[in-house]
């Protein structure tokens, strides 16, 4: 039976790459992933923290920042939909129009997991509260950053990375909604991923024009 998810409203909440310290986050009103005059902009501080002025009624957009425990610079970007409070690789996903019912079941999560405001990287006493999503959060955001990486450097490094990043993660969340879940019985199915990858990349370089990226060559580069 398809669960309901309960409509969110926020002012505030936390972009999460672990957690990423300096990034502006904007309630992105028009959807151009673009700060226009008029759209409000929030800083995160050192947690990963940020807090508009007013309710957002828009998508968030989170770019830039340093992740505060590796201190590595974040090129993406990431998004949430409205009311989210948790800025996130799978918030983007759902951003991306992937189902919250279809994150779970792919990632082999419990049905009740709510993206949108589940912490996965808060600790208690030093102890993930939630390990399993913050796992499968992080391998999420490196299976996007990876892959966004390689296709920039295979013929598109003349877009900005954010905008790669993007691409990206809207390809990837339209490759997941078909076929088999990505775990399977707790293990990550290598058949499944390379399968996901190949149809991530060719979406991806479609979306981006014209050049020089092969996205066989690519799927077998970043499969495992």
């Known amino acids: 039976m398809e669960r309901l998810f309960q409509p969110l409203r926020a002012s505030s ?10 990034a502006a986050v904007l309630c992105d009103n028009n959807g151009n992933h673009e700060a226009d005059p008029g759209e409000m902009v929030a800083v995160t501080d050192s947690g990963g923290f940020f807090k508009f002025d007013a309710l957002c009624s828009a998508n968030l957009v989170a770019t830039g920042g340093t992740n505060a425990t590796t201190k590595q610079l974040f090129g993406g ?3 949430a939909p409205t009311g989210s409070t948790m800025i996130t690789a799978l918030s983007t996903l759902l951003a991306e129009g992937l189902p919250m019912e279809r994150i779970n079941t792919v990632l082999g999560l419990p049905d009740t997991t709510d993206v949108r405001s589940m912490d996965p990287a808060r600790r208690n006493a030093g102890v993930y ?8 959060t992080l391998a999420v955001q490196l299976l996007i950053q990876k892959t966004a990486e390689s296709v ?4 598109y490094s003349g877009v900005a990375l954010p905008r790669v990043y993007g691409e990206v993660a809207a ?3 339209l490759a997941l909604r078909d076929g088999d879940a990505l775990v399977q019985q707790g293990q990550v199915a290598p058949g499944s991923l ?5 149809r991530t990349l060719v979406r991806t370089t479609a979306a981006l024009g014209s050049g020089d990226a092969n996205a066989l060559s690519l799927a077998q580069v970043l499969a495992p």
């Open 13 to 22: 909440g936390f972009a999460v790459n672990d957690y990423l310290s300096g």
């Open 77 to 79: 970007r990431m998004k």
């Open 129 to 136: 509260e939630h390990p399993e999503l913050f796992r499968k």
């Open 152 to 155: 920039q450097a295979s013929g």
């Open 171 to 173: 390809a990837l969340a």
């Open 194 to 198: 390379a399968s996901v990858l190949e």
